[in-house]
Each structure stands twice: as structure tokens, then as C-alpha cells.
């Protein structure tokens, strides 16, 4: 479509479709119920026989999945809201360290890479929710992205096979979100900071007033 030599963008989100507004709620729905998958997870690890399990494997990745569906169907439908920003990274999150936990249960590796992907979305956890309770929403980049998609693979693969190739791509991943770690960190910094700054400037400017 053009108008004036000018070409229009259609918009692709389907905000005004009466059943779209109905599903306002579906995004988070989702996000509710990757979230009561997390302890299935380990549950099921719990009764593997061996160093893997494939019934773990290809339930963790099922459940991962659910983290496209949900963000696209937010930004399709409009329904991008504050609890989706904060909850969906902390469920990435939880479901990571599931899956760690089910690594650790089956010994699948030795435990020193598990421990840091442990700490590391620990810690990441923590500074989401710490930074959201002070009014600083710290949403999910490119790097982060793609540092939790690595970490989901290397992970479901490391429980469904023993091959070299998903040792080599869980260590990987481990690299990835170690420094992912460290980008989020000085970006909260900065972000905090600035935070910081314009409440100083806002209570000043309320003292002169």
C-alpha cells in the first residue's frame, strides 16, 4: 500500500481483532505452565537408568519450546505486559537449572560445569528480581537469547546421548553464559545508576520547589 509516493507498514500485531483481545491472557498462561514443568523435569531424571535419559531429554526441550511460543505470541497479540518481561527470563531460567539438576542426577558430567551453570542462573535469578523490586526491568538481548537457547540445547543433548560433539557444545554453552553473565551485570549496573541519578535529580528538584 502507498499513499503520497509513501509506502504504509501494515502493522503485524492483531490488537484490534475481537478474539485477540480474548487471548490476552495466553502468553502468560504459558509461562505459568512452563513453569509447572520445571519440577516434571527433574522428577522424571529421578528415574533414569544410566548416564542419560532421553524421556528427561525430550521433555526439557518440549517445555523449552513453549519459550518462543509465548514471547511471539505476546508481541502478535499485543499482550506484552510487565509479569511477562520479569517472569519468562526467571522461568528460562528455573527450567536451565532443572535441567542442570537433572545432569547432576544422572552424572552425566563431572560436576564442576553443571555448579557454574548452577551459580551463574542463580545469581542471574536474583539480579532480575532484585533489579525489577527497585524499578529497573532488565529484558532479555540478542546475547542473552542466544546464550539460553545454547545453554537449552547443550543441555537437552547432554541428556540424551553421550556422544563427544554434546560434550563439546555443553562446555560451550558454559563460555557463552559466563560472559553473558558478566554483560548483564555491567549493562544492571548502568542501568541502576541512571536509575539512581534520576531519582536524585527528581528529589532535588522537589527540595528548590
Known sequence: MESNGHRQTV???IRASPW??????LPN????TRLVGVPVVTATASRARGRTSPVTAL?????????YVDGALARRLGAETRFGQVADPAVDRLLNLAGIAALLQVRRLHAVGP??????ELLAVIGFIAAARRGVVLKVDLVGKGSSALTMVAVGLALL????????LFWTAVVA????????????RRLLAAA??????????????
Open 29 to 32: 498462561a504459558i509461562t505459568a
Open 20 to 25: 485477540a483481545l480474548r487471548l490476552k491472557w
Open 177 to 188: 553464559a559466563l560472559g553473558t553473565f558478566v554483560h548483564y551485570a555491567i549493562h544492571a
Open 11 to 13: 502493522p503485524r500485531t
Open 115 to 120: 555448579s557454574l551453570l548452577v551459580a551463574r
Open 161 to 168: 546421548t553421550e556422544d563427544p560433539v554434546a560434550d563439546g
Open 196 to 209: 539512581g541519578d534520576t531519582t536524585q535529580e527528581a528529589r532535588s528538584t522537589s527540595i528548590q520547589a
Open 59 to 67: 521433555m526439557f526441550c518440549a517445555i523449552a519450546a513453549t519459550d
